[in-house]
């Protein structure tokens, strides 16, 4: 450990990927260094993986910075390939040496052991990831009961036991697979995806899945928890489900409490904030350098580049470029206008989506994406087309197609917007043709994994989509005639509202108080005709409802329930009423589909029989889907053509 009075060049906290690849070059560079692990060994967040765990070495494009190996294989290989390094390297490290408290600064810290030691070092590297702080299930009864658990060390010692894991993550789903050869396994996913995993995993659980070894439990929130049951709110209610173990895997948070001691500061007061840091790794307090997981670079590739590089930036190396450098540069292969920096600059001053992302945030986000400099009119993409990533306007302009009929009907966005957002939606096709609007325009197109996994981890950018979003509705579907000032008043007024499949919108008779815009998901509008409800019609996404009561004056004439899990912008209709009343075109076209309602429903009325195969045909699942083939059974052939094509 060294001696009582000396003082380290670097000490290190934690010995995990990034710790632990920092120790080892600190070591070949000759600094005085310490590296101290709690623990009674090293590396305890992959000690902690459960056993015989296939350790990925992703991203496969980032190469590998470090005098630590590291490639995909076990968990038992990896723990003995690091090791073998801290041997190799003579690296100084302090097990059983947890840190209580940092005091000082740069180039005088003082580190308090839980013991009462105190190491004296010039710089820190703050490695201690999240692993520590598991996020747990707060839900009414999960104190009390046994059979909670958020680790998982061998799935091999569970037999013939009913197993829920909790959680869409890549913890979730290899403890699901290492569970199911020998167990029933449900997994409970908030969503209806798993794309916050790595792509393999993601392919291992719904291989499983489709065969039936792992059942599903798909939009689906814990509620309450009693010794062996656990219920879930679904789209079809309550569901208690008898079981022997829950393993809830839900992530992690900062260790908040103990880096704001070290007087770090956060961007804001979310649980999953993280620590901004510099180009080089540095916080805001001089000589404390955070590195991996707490830094936002979770995988194990990442942290140890990370760790290779600081100490490289400690020892005065501080024009050194990150390990993917070369990764930004093909990125920007086609943008001869700015450098890696000045457009990594520009891209959080251009983009309010992107403005709060921390330095090593936007780099993996860019890595991920791909930058263009289409031409005006260029075809971004068609109306139909099945694409799903994100756009985003770094300059230059685009031009949105509302009517296909008419190219006329247009709407411009301008740099600093994005556009594509309703490719987030998994299977739904894009609902209008693109093109570029200037010679000179920019765009990244970022993957829709990438872009769910930011809107989960940043909360300012899901917050800014969703403000955009419900601008970029209005002016698409609503008010494409307005300027941007005027749709600016109704969004102000706007609020984002869900509702779960079933669940009542607004009743008739009720007072008429709004307008709603469905961004997702569909409704059925249903009437009381001769003492029973009639389903007089189904209305997908990108059409709004309640604009008769609005502009009639009078209460609600139909009911609006939703026929799946949706999302509206519920708008205020006194605003609404009156930027009607001030704009003759938007009037216009108000009063053109309040007249096609009030015709579709008297047709309804006179053919009541219509709603029953409407209901039918929502209770088939086709207000969740995408396209429908309806065969006519009284004239078909049995030729199977249809099942064929």
């Given at each position: 450990?060294?001696?009582?009075?000396?003082?380290?060049?670097?000490?290190?906290?934690?010995?995990?990927?990034?710790?632990?690849?920092?120790?080892?070059?600190?070591?070949?560079?000759?600094?005085?260094?310490?590296?101290?692990?709690?623990?009674?060994?090293?590396?305890?967040?992959?000690?902690?993986?459960?056993?015989?765990?296939?350790?990925?070495?992703?991203?496969?494009?980032?190469?590998?910075?470090?005098?630590?190996?590291?490639?995909?294989?076990?968990?038992?290989?990896?723990?003995?390939?690091?090791?073998?390094?801290?041997?190799?390297?003579?690296?100084?490290?302090?097990?059983?040496?947890?840190?209580?408290?940092?005091?000082?600064?740069k180039g005088g810290f003082d580190l308090t052991l839980t013991n009462g030691d105190t190491i004296k070092t010039e710089t820190i590297v703050l490695a201690i990831g999240l692993q520590g702080n598991l996020n747990t299930l707060r839900i009414p009864g999960s104190e009390n009961v046994t059979h909670l658990q958020?680790?998982?060390?061998?799935?091999?010692?569970?037999?013939?036991?009913?197993?829920?894991?909790?959680?869409?993550?890549?913890?979730?789903?290899?403890?699901?697979?290492?569970?199911?050869?020998?167990?029933?396994?449900?997994?409970?996913?908030?969503?209806?995806?798993?794309?916050?995993?790595?792509?393999?995993?993601?392919?291992?659980i719904l291989s499983e899945i489709d065969k039936g070894r792992i059942i599903p439990l798909y939009n689906s929130n814990s509620k309450e928890c009693t010794q062996g049951t656990l219920t879930f709110d679904t789209p079809d209610g309550d569901v208690t489900i008898e079981c022997d173990r829950v393993i809830a895997r839900l992530g992690a948070a900062p260790p908040r409490k103990f880096v704001e001691a070290c007087g770090v500061s956060f961007?804001?007061?979310?649980?999953?904030?993280?620590?901004?840091?510099?180009?080089?790794?540095?916080?805001?307090?001089?000589?404390?350098?955070?590195?991996g997981s707490l830094g936002g670079y979770p995988l194990i590739k990442q942290a140890i580049n990370q760790g290779y590089e600081v100490i490289e930036f400690i020892n005065g190396n501080t024009e050194l470029d990150p390990a993917d450098e070369p990764l930004i540069t093909q990125t920007l292969k086609d943008i001869k206008d700015f450098d890696n920096d000045a457009f990594l600059k520009e891209v959080r001053v251009r983009l309010p989506i992107f403005e709060e992302l921390n330095p090593l945030m936007e780099r993996e986000m860019l890595v991920e994406s791909t930058v263009t400099a289409p031409r005006k009119g260029t075809i971004i993409f068609e109306r139909?087309?099945?694409?799903?990533?994100?756009?985003?306007i770094f300059r230059g302009s685009v031009k949105i197609q509302?009517?296909?009929?008419?190219?006329?009907?247009?709407?411009?966005?301008?740099?600093?917007?994005?556009?594509?957002?309703?490719?987030?939606?998994?299977?739904?096709?894009?609902?209008?043709?693109?093109?570029?609007?200037?010679?000179?325009?920019?765009?990244?197109?970022?993957?829709?994994?990438?872009?769910?996994?930011?809107?989960?981890?940043?909360?300012?950018?899901?917050?800014?989509?969703?403000?955009?979003?419900?601008?970029?509705?209005?002016?698409?579907?609503?008010?494409?005639?307005?300027?941007?000032?005027?749709?600016?008043?109704?969004?102000?007024?706007?609020?984002?509202?869900?509702?779960?499949?079933?669940?009542?919108?607004?009743?008739?008779?009720?007072?008429?108080?709004?307008?709603?815009?469905?961004?997702?998901?569909?409704?059925?509008?249903?009437?009381?005709?001769?003492?029973?409800?009639?389903?007089?019609?189904?209305?997908?996404?990108?059409?709004?409802?309640?604009?008769?009561?609005?502009m009639s004056d009078l209460n609600r004439t139909a009911t609006i329930k939703s026929a799946v899990d949706c999302e509206t912008i519920k708008i205020d209709g006194d605003i609404f009423r009156k930027l009607v009343n001030e704009n003759d075109s938007l009037q216009k076209e108000i009063e053109e589909k309040y007249g096609q309602r009030i015709v579709e429903t008297e047709k309804m009325i006179e053919q009541p029989e219509a709603g029953s195969i409407v209901e039918f045909l929502m209770g088939e699942g086709i207000g969740e889907a995408t396209d429908v083939l309806l065969i006519d059974e009284s004239i078909c052939i049995g030729c199977d053509n249809c099942e064929k094509a």
């Open positions: 450990m060294g001696t009582k009075n000396e003082i380290y060049q670097v000490a290190i906290i934690g010995s995990g990927p990034a710790g632990l690849s920092a120790g080892a070059h600190a070591s070949v560079l000759g600094l005085r260094h310490i590296l101290l692990e709690k623990a009674d060994h090293a590396s305890d967040t992959i000690y902690k993986f459960q056993k015989g765990k296939h350790v990925m070495a992703t991203p496969d494009v980032l190469p590998l910075r470090s005098d630590v190996n590291f490639n995909m294989g076990s968990r038992e290989d990896v723990l003995d390939t690091w090791n073998s390094a801290l041997d190799k390297h003579q690296v100084n490290i302090s097990y059983n040496a947890e840190v209580k408290n940092v005091s000082g600064g958020y680790q998982l060390d061998d799935p091999d010692e569970y037999e013939h036991e009913t197993i829920i894991v909790i959680g869409a993550g890549d913890a979730a789903i290899e403890n699901a697979l290492g569970l199911c050869t020998h167990n029933t396994v449900y997994i409970a996913n908030r969503g209806t995806e798993f794309s916050r995993a790595k792509e393999a995993n993601e392919a291992a961007p804001s007061d979310a649980r999953n904030a993280l620590p901004e840091v510099s180009k080089t790794y540095e916080s805001n307090v001089k000589g404390l350098y955070i590195v139909g087309d099945y694409t799903n990533s994100v756009y985003t509302t009517n296909e009929d008419d190219p006329s009907q247009c709407v411009i966005l301008e740099q600093g917007a994005f556009f594509g957002e309703v490719g987030l939606i998994s299977g739904r096709r894009r609902s209008a043709t693109i093109l570029s609007n200037a010679d000179d325009t920019i765009l990244i197109e970022t993957p829709r994994r990438t872009m769910l996994k930011l809107r989960e981890d940043v909360r300012s950018l899901r917050d800014s989509m969703d403000k955009e979003a419900i601008v970029r509705q209005i002016q698409t579907y609503i008010a494409s005639s307005l300027d941007i000032k005027a749709i600016q008043k109704l969004a102000d007024s706007a609020s984002i509202e869900t509702f779960r499949k079933g669940e009542i919108i607004f009743n008739e008779g009720d007072e008429g108080d709004a307008l709603y815009l469905i961004s997702k998901g569909s409704v059925m509008v249903s009437k009381r005709i001769g003492g029973k409800d009639v389903t007089l019609a189904y209305v997908a996404a990108g059409n709004y409802v309640g604009e008769m009561a609005l």
